[in-house]
């Protein structure tokens, strides 16, 4: 059966499988993608006859694969509106489009021929209907880089950020989770956000600064020291050819001053690295150093638990190119970095050639330590990686039976969040569907039915919601308990990026949680630089950590649930005087070599010594409960013990 050539003949379907053919002559339909030219379109309606979920696939068993693009629409032909549309998600080039049909409602739909012009087939399969989890709400905003959400008037509450030549446009949150709106002034430049963009107090004044990433270069816009315009700019030098993708900052060396990290598409990668004295220093190299680039989707991760921010770089190169090999670069202090999987190397297990655009990073299964869904953006070099990390520097394919092995929706953008609030990190990525984490390590996909856009919580209620250029999804909630924190540093870089916050509990689903501050996550998008965390129905937080950049950890006991936690570096540190255990005992202490923890039932995995002005001097990793000080001065100072459970402990410890 074939499709009629226009919209007013659509061909009305039901669930099953349809044979395509192109006409010369038929009606083009709108595009709800991009800006890409097509010559020819069928088009198709489906009305539900009862409450259904929708997915259309042209990826057919037993039919040859075709390069194709499905637009879909509300409204009649004389109005018609897009809801969605898609590329590629199907895996192979074929589409795949997912959305919610409730009985007596009409659809169109329609196949363009942008790539390819081939016969093909799809199938429309009903699923049982689930209420959603997002409502969407239209949202006025000119401009055409709608990829920000980010707390730009230093209020700490998410705004909506849209660059324009010669302006920023800005819709700001208020407490009520309404929005006002504004036109910020900003220098004019050639390099506007085409590629990616990125947030964070470039300069220390208070305010959010903006990193655009552009196919010829990149530029920073500076806010003014009131956040009332962008006054001043650095930008890469117009001669120096920089393909810019994922754009990130980051405070490479530790200095307390963010850096602009560029990943280069065709050469090694660049960064600003900030003087703190309004200069900084253009750098090429030593962080992705592949001739022929291949850098797509950098984040910052601390994946080996040392305290300061590593990078992986998920990398992209068609027809098996070695500029496709991903690399892992760990973080050894002090802007100091080792490559750990590369084309050379693969001691970490992390390099692999599988088209992928951009990495999710979250600690899946609440054991302390980061994991990874390397996603792909296309299967022609193989499929999702979800990569378990082992605790020692390297990771272990779990893709098996993880629900990946199995999900064949793919895209460019993967980012990590906790969409339902139950304690375990989701996957938003391809197929329209967020693969939510059932708690063991599997994930199974939930419909939804809009793309990609920054996250973050837009209407103040704990849960977070997305952006996706016209419209807010708004997410729905439940009966689960949250917690998110705003971070002030002091000695730190002002958002406290690349700082690891920690919670723990005693009873629930989960005993521990961890998240990295990051500017600039998955390939394109800056989402919310606050702090998020679902609970589940734990109704208790035993204790809030977070360890600083500058070595510095404030401990936050018994911190409330339901609201959002400020905390300013240094204001809740570990002070001799708050130390107090009843667990175990430390000896013999005065000491001069070592120190011993006795207690029942408890294993010590880990000691931090802090001086009395609650500055780090020790973190190891220790066996048999026993702690070394001989590289101690003489004094006395606080000590928090891991167990190995992930709880914390403090003490005091007097070395001789």
Known sequence: MYAQQSCDEALSVTEGQYNVSFNDGSEVPPNCIDTAIATMGVWYSYTATENHNISISTNVEDVTNTDTRIMLYSGDCENLTCIDGDDDSGGNFTSFITFSAMAGETFIFAFENNWNSDDFSFVLTEMPYNPPMFTPQDVTLSGAYKNCVADLNGDYLDDIVSPVEGFVNVLYQMEDGTFTSAQLTAPSTVFMPGWSMAAGDYDGNGYNDLLYGNGSGAAIMLADNEGTSFSEKIESNPEFFLFSQRTNFVDIN?????????????????????????????????LGDYPDGGNYGSIWVDYDNDNDPDLFIAKCRGGGSMAAMNELHRNDGDGVFTIVASIDTNESNMADMIQTWSSAWADYDNDGDMDALVGASSFANGGHKFMVNNGDGTFTDGTEGSGYDDFTGINNEHVAHDFNNDGFVDVFGGGNAIMMNNGDMTFTPMTIDFGHGPIGDLNNDGFLDVFTGTKIYYNNGNDNNWMKITLEGVDSNRNGIGARVEIHASTGTWTQQIRDVRSGDGFRYMSSLNVHFGLGLTETVDQLVIKWPSGVVDIVNNPQINQTTHVTEGETVLSISDVENNLFKLYPNPAKDYIQVEGQNIEITRALIYTVNGRIVSDSQITNNTISVQELAQGTYAVILQDNTGKYHTSKIIKE
Do not use: K, R, S, T
């Not at 050469?267 to 900030?274: E, G, K, R």
């Not at 004295?277 to 090429?284: R, S, T, W």
């Open 254 to 286: 530790n200095d307390g001053n963010l850096d602009a990290f560029v990943c280069h598409d065709v050469q090694p990668n660049v960064y600003f690295l900030n003087n703190g004295e309004d200069g900084y220093e253009f750098i090429q190299g030593g």
